[in-house]
């Protein structure tokens, strides 16, 4: 099994400045234009920039799209 999987630990691919595809991700706890706070496993992950939204999202993974200008971990 992929140590992702067993950790439960997210997978964020981000596509140059515009997109960001993440996987194994908990809830989403705040949505703005300007900023995105997700919850993890273990941490929360937030997402900056401006014109951000979210393109589609599963239980499993999201894409968020805009101009990210910082992905951090809290």
């Known amino acids: 099994m992929p140590r992702d999987v067993m950790l439960g630990a997210s997978i964020l691919t981000l596509i140059?400045?515009?997109e960001l595809l993440v996987e194994n991700y908990r809830g989403i706890?705040?949505?703005t234009?300007?900023?995105i706070?997700?919850?993890g496993k273990h941490t929360r992950i937030r997402i900056e920039g401006c014109c951000l939204k979210?393109?589609?999202y599963?239980?499993?993974d999201m894409k968020i799209a805009g101009k990210?200008?910082?992905v951090r971990y809290l």
Do not use: A, P, R, W
Request: glycine residues 10%; hydrophobic residues 30%; contains cysteine.
């Open 16 to 18: 140059g400045d515009t």
């Open 37 to 39: 706070l997700l919850q």
């Open 29 to 31: 706890l705040e949505y």
């Open 33 to 35: 234009q300007e900023c």
């Open 54 to 56: 979210i393109v589609y």
């Open 58 to 60: 599963t239980n499993e």
């Open 68 to 70: 990210i200008t910082g």
